[in-house]
């Protein structure tokens, strides 16, 4: 049954990426083509992983042989289905969506090689996460990184976007050979390019070679993720990219990068040494907190969520590095705890990031504008958009009942189990961690609080926001099918949890009774010592707290409410410029932080006959861009030195380049020789 469902997924996708093709200067036609197609092949993916979860087996499409490269077979095994899964449900809702946004982004302008990419960039994602053989896994990752790329320069006639995308490609193209050089090196050991291949020689793996594979896996495929210092692209190609496409690259996109590194610690270099591990907590600790601690000063909305999505990263890697250590010291069922925790959150930000993006495609759509300082006022305009931007903001904040608040504590309960093992190290590691995440969460509730305040609250700032509507129906069909899915994973945390369990035990392998999360309670097997919350009582409190107050406020009857006009100051009309602004609301947070963010404020006061009289005020505020200035701009600036210095060896002299002809033969000769 799976194999018949991914073979539609492949179908639909190719046909996706033809047809819009054939209809290309009529977008009428192009656009609803492009995205039925996705639609439907994101529907027979969701059925295919579901099928390949459920039945716990591997299933497997062999596509041809090749005499360098062996059979190329599509395979999807626990964890190609889980990530399946994360990629089909995410594009069924982006697909719902995107035909009325994309309508009016296109304007005047074909659609018809949009689509196709779109199509192109969803098959490539299924492949990566699905074929078992590493040359052509880096086919379809450059496939999916050339997609994507041209989808984030949809407006390459302006400079920032063309900019974002030059960067995007340079670092993704880095990432990549690094992930050639660990790849190349498993496949000159093992003598086959299968990833099967390399799961039957690691054994024979000498340590040394193990650690270059790791170190080099590592920067590869973190480069894609999005991890710290390697995150940089991030944050300039999502905001660049139309906001479909920027749901689809920060929720799912960046997680194959997360996939690559599973796959290589578990699957190809198992067992890995504990200090792998701490190496990877080290960067998802750092991106956790630096991701949130950026997003807090932005204002441009959708390089907030692109910064979120770094802290998102860093909080999945926490439980991908937990379960490493725990592995490699023979805790077994902790590390499943982990990995598990990893993997819930992984689909989790997959699904309530999506969501944030396709409400702030909304909001742009309806505004022209991306800018929250120019905004207000939106909640009375656009009541629905403004109540599924709230679902995600909540979910992301970790708020209960909702789906980041059951993957983050159980998160916290992996961490916890160090403290019951008894390891020294363990524990100041763990000391180390808890509250890293736990100052993540509280960042992360001021940021959203600023977000959903300065955006939907008040008055507007600005015509855009006065003149706002609410978006089309199939874009509130497409963020209201995510927003659900915040609600249902997380009262329903209990009955998923199971599949990234077992993904997470076909890994490590199966060590005693799975939890026990029934609907009610949350509860962790004895031998570990925790208990978790049920986040289905939370609900039910929740729900119970509602109606209590809602039949006090009826038994106090209207009396107890008086209207009056707003306190002015004395001051006979509010304005928006009254209001509490992004940047007053960051004030204290950019005062405590000041050493990370290094604050640079420019003043000039221009004037006229005398200095006591000031004519104009002009005020300037930026933060210092420390990756950028003291990593990337040092070796940017060295690279340049050496290339110059270099260049005389290109003197324009016929006879010198015949001498290093000469000279490059007499050493062959002389290396054969010997």
Known sequence: ?????????????????????????????????????SLIASTAGIAASLVALVSMTVTKIELFSSPIFGVVSVSLDSLSAFFLLTVSVVSFAVSIYAPPYMTKTAGKRSAGGFGALYNLFLLSLVLVVSIDNAFYFLVFWELMTLTSYFLVVFHYKQRETARAGYQYLVMTHVGTAFILFSFLALSVHSGSFSFAGFKEAQASLPMGLKNVIFISALLGFSTKAGLVPLHVWLPRA????????????????????????IRVLFDFLSPAPWWWGLLVLILAVVSAVLGVMYALMEHDIKRLLAYHSVENVGIIMIGVGFAVIFSSLGFKTAALLSLTAGLFHLINHAIFKGLLFLTAGSIQYATGTKNIEDLGGLI??????????????LA???????????????????????????????????????????????????????????????????????DAKEVPAPMLIGMSILGLLCLILGIGAAAFIKIPWRVAESFIGKTYEMPAFNTLLLRLPD??????????????????????????????????????????CGIPEITPRMQYSATAFTKPLRTVFSAIYQPRRQIEVDHEASPYFSHALSYEASLYPVFERQLYRRFINTLVRVARRARVIQAGNINLYLAYIFATLVGLLVFVWR
């Open 396 to 466: 992301i904040s970790a708020i209960p009942p909702f789906n980041g608040f059951a993957s983050e504590w159980l998160l916290f309960q992996s961490i916890l189990q160090a403290n019951l093992i008894g390891d020294v190290s363990l524990r100041i590691i763990s000391l180390l961690s808890v509250p890293a995440l736990a100052l993540t969460g509280g960042l992360a509730a001021a940021c959203f609080v600023k977000a959903f305040g300065i955006t939907f609250l008040s008055i507007p700032r600005s015509a855009r926001a006065t």
């Open 527 to 568: 031998k570990l010592g925790h208990a978790s919350a049920s986040l289905s009582m939370v609900a039910v409190l929740l729900v119970i707290s509602a109606m209590l107050s809602i039949l006090l406020i009826r038994l106090r009857g209207r009396r107890s409410v008086i209207k009056g006009p707003t306190w002015d």
């Open 1 to 37: 049954m799976a194999e018949a469902f991914n073979i539609v997924v492949f179908a639909a996708y190719l046909i996706g990426a033809v047809l819009p093709l054939a209809f290309y200067k009529n977008n009428r036609i192009n656009i609803p083509i492009a995205y039925t197609f």
């Open 380 to 393: 009375k305009r656009m009541p629905i958009t403004a109540a599924l931007f709230l679902v995600g903001s």
């Open 238 to 261: 999502h905001p660049a990219a139309p906001s479909h496409v920027s749901a689809l690259m920060s929720s799912v996109m960046i997680k194959t990068g997360i996939y690559g590194l």
